[in-house]
């Protein structure tokens, strides 16, 4: 399985960016994909999550700003972010699998929030 995240970029605070993940193959054969982030010095924290089912998660730091979706015909897992904030720089990861199962991540794509 190979993801392939893109999208990331350089953006002023209160801009917005789409992040996409492409899978090799079909992202319905995953029950959960999510995306991730990790900025500088910090851990790898969730940012959102979907499920087989279309049941979307999000870290309280991004309600109401991010919405994770997915194009299964694309075999793409979108995270569009809005109203972002410096303290959303950071390299953002997706993630397949996971749990029970085997998990797959793409290389990351890095996002830059400019004050």
């Known amino acids: 399985v190979q993801l392939q995240a893109s999208g990331g970029g350089l953006v002023q605070a209160g801009g917005s960016l789409r992040l996409s993940c492409s899978a090799s193959?079909?992202?319905?054969?995953?029950?959960?994909m999510g995306w991730y982030r990790q900025a500088p010095g910090k851990q790898r924290e969730l940012v959102a999550s979907?499920?087989?089912?279309?049941?979307?998660n999000y870290a309280d730091s991004v309600k109401g700003r991010f919405t994770i979706s997915r194009d299964a015909a694309e075999n793409t897992v979108y995270l569009q972010m809005n109203s972002l904030k410096p303290e959303d720089t950071a390299v953002y990861y997706c993630?397949?699998?996971?749990?029970?199962?085997?998990?797959?991540w793409g290389q990351g794509t890095e996002v830059t929030v400019s004050s």
């Open positions: 993630k397949a699998g996971g749990g029970l199962f085997p998990e797959y």
């Open positions: 193959g079909s992202i319905l054969r995953f029950a959960l």
């Open positions: 979907i499920t087989r089912g279309g049941t979307a």
